[in-house]
């Protein structure tokens, strides 16, 4: 099989600073506003156990990515890698699971974010609607303008967030209690593992800023810098607040939508509502930017190598604005939101739907990176260490690998249609 390198990326514009930024804002995320509760409610405090093996694994993740990122900056991410690796195939595979996950994990997203104002303020359904509208408009707005002022803005957010996530901890950790760690796994152990697949949305990310990679002003020197930051930031700021909602919380941060709220309710004594808010507002619009950007970017390099119609891909090259991919983007995720809102359905499908399709998409990188990058080379020792945890989270997703699934025979089905029609 005859291997093509991605087209070097001229006009790059990150600096190591903004790409580590932008890294922390895909990864941190929403997951640190809800996901600690929702683990504590599947697996109790045992699932400490699963947010340490996701930091663990999280490393070698991330470094994998960013070795084939440097080696091959290109807005398809993942999906060039595929190719490369695998053929066009892979490629649209890994892009259309990419690309059709995020409108869904944006709406979730939203919705974590807008019950947070909710509690603020009051007003039931209206309220938490609004609210995500406007963080979807904000987020598209700000990416139409271009990746350098998205980069700008999450610099300046993942400040504020590495800050305000440290307060909660260093302030609720004096009103620990270790009775709280008892019993240690009330599900059992083998709850670990689901709660692992839950928690795979709070780790999702370290793929989504490959698509970027092509925008960096020096990918090879500034990726590895900007991984390497980012992955000692994630880790210590998730593990941190996962042993603070269990041991301050304890049994009752199965029940609390807002975790993060509860602690500083701890900490500070009255009510801290719309302190948090404003918190799990800056979490959200960072992730969703982070997401916004990297599939916008996908999806114009979709277009470009024929995986998606060509009329979006205007944009694929590095410096350009793909407003075309950006728009089918936030239309589709303007619709997911639609429906969750009339059909009433919780976040918690979302999660598994979106974290889904992601784990696919780890699953074929890292096989591709076993292909692509030097052999016995510590990239590649990575992805070797990589690949079996993946393919567990995958089986760990249950029932919602369905729609991963059904988005890889429709990816394989346009493919045909294309290739009948230009026959």
Known sequence: MTQTRATPATGGRLTAAQGAALYVGAVLGTGVIALPALAAEAAGPASLLAWLLLVIVSAPLAATFAALGS??????GVSTYARMAFGPRAAAVVGWCFYFAVPPAASAAALFGAAYVEAAVGGGTPTVAVTAVLLMV?????NHAGVQLAGRVQLALAGVLVAFLLAAVLLSLPQADAANFAPFAPRGLTAVGPAAA?????????????????????????????????????????????????????????????????????????????????????????????????????????????????????????????????????????????????????????????TGSFITVYVIGVAAALRLLPRRSAAWYA???????????????????????????????????RGRSRS
């Not at 080696?71 to 398809?76: T, V």
């Not at 948090?276 to 979490?283: C, E, F, R, Y």
């Not at 982070?290 to 998606?308: E, F, P, Q, S």
């Open 198 to 354: 839950l928690l795979m949305w709070s780790f999702v990310g370290w793929e989504a800023i490959t698509h970027l990679t092509g925008e960096f002003r020096r990918p090879e020197r500034d990726l590895p810098r900007a991984t390497a930051a980012a992955v000692v930031v994630v880790g210590v700021l998730y593990l941190a607040v996962a042993f603070a909602t269990v041991a301050v919380l304890g049994s009752a941060a199965a029940g609390s939508a807002a975790p993060l709220g509860e602690l500083f309710a701890v900490a500070l004594g009255g009510d801290a509502r719309w302190l948090v808010a404003g918190a799990a507002l800056l979490l959200t619009f960072g992730a969703m930017n982070a997401y916004y950007a990297g599939a916008a970017k996908l999806g114009a390099a979709l277009g470009r190598d024929g995986a998606l119609p060509g009329w979006l891909a205007r944009g694929s090259v590095a410096g350009e604005v793909p407003r075309r991919s950006l728009a089918v983007t936030a239309t589709l995720a303007f619709l997911a939101l639609g429906a969750v809102l009339v059909t009433g359905f919780g976040t918690r499908p979302l999660v598994l739907l979106a």
């Open 71 to 76: 080696r091959h900056p290109d807005a398809g």
């Open 383 to 417: 992805a070797a260490v990589t690949i079996g945890v993946v393919l567990f989270l995958l089986a760990m997703t249950g029932v919602y690998l369905l729609w991963p699934v059904a988005v890889t025979g429709a990816a394989l089905l346009y493919l045909r249609v």
């Open 138 to 142: 904000a987020v598209t707005v700000t």
